[in-house]
Nanobody
Framework: QVELVESGGGLVQPGGSLRLSCATS????????MGWYRQAPGNQRDLVAT???????DYAASALGRFTISRDNAKKTVYLQMNNLKPEDTAVYYC?????????WGQGTQVTVSS
C-alpha cells in the first residue's frame, strides 16, 4: 500500500494562487507517474495534470497556462502550483500515483475559490 498525503488546500479569492503538495514514502516514487485530479460536487473526478519523470507533463485544457505540476524526487513530493484561480476551480483535489501497474489515491484536499 502506498500512502499519499495532500496538503495546501484552502479558501482563496478569484485570481489568487495556491500550491498543493502530495508527499509519500514509497521507495518507487522516482519511477511513478504522479497526477492531480479534482472532483466538484455532483461531478466526476477529472484529470488536472500528470508528470512522468522530471519533465514529461500533461494538463487538462482548463489547467493549461495556469497550473504547473512538478516533483521533487529527493523529498518524494509532487506539487501543483495553481495561479489565477477561478470559482470553477473549486473542488476536492486528489493526488494519484501509478506505480508498476497499481493505482493509489490520497484522501483529497479542498480548494475553494470565492470572494
Amino acid at each position: 500500500q502506498v500512502e499519499l498525503v495532500e496538503s495546501g488546500g484552502g479558501l482563496v479569492q478569484p485570481g489568487g494562487s495556491l500550491r498543493l503538495s502530495c508527499a509519500t514514502s514509497t521507495p518507487f516514487f522516482s519511477i511513478a507517474k504522479m497526477g492531480w485530479y479534482r472532483q466538484a460536487p455532483g461531478n466526476q473526478r477529472d484529470l488536472v495534470a500528470t508528470i512522468i519523470g522530471s519533465d514529461s507533463t500533461d494538463y487538462a485544457a482548463s489547467a493549461l497556462g495556469r497550473f504547473t505540476i512538478s516533483r521533487d524526487n529527493a523529498k518524494k513530493t509532487v506539487y501543483l502550483q495553481m495561479n489565477n484561480l477561478k470559482p470553477e476551480d473549486t473542488a476536492v483535489y486528489y493526488c494519484n500515483a501509478y506505480i508498476i501497474g497499481r493505482e493509489f489515491w490520497g484522501q483529497g484536499t479542498q480548494v475553494t475559490v470565492s470572494s
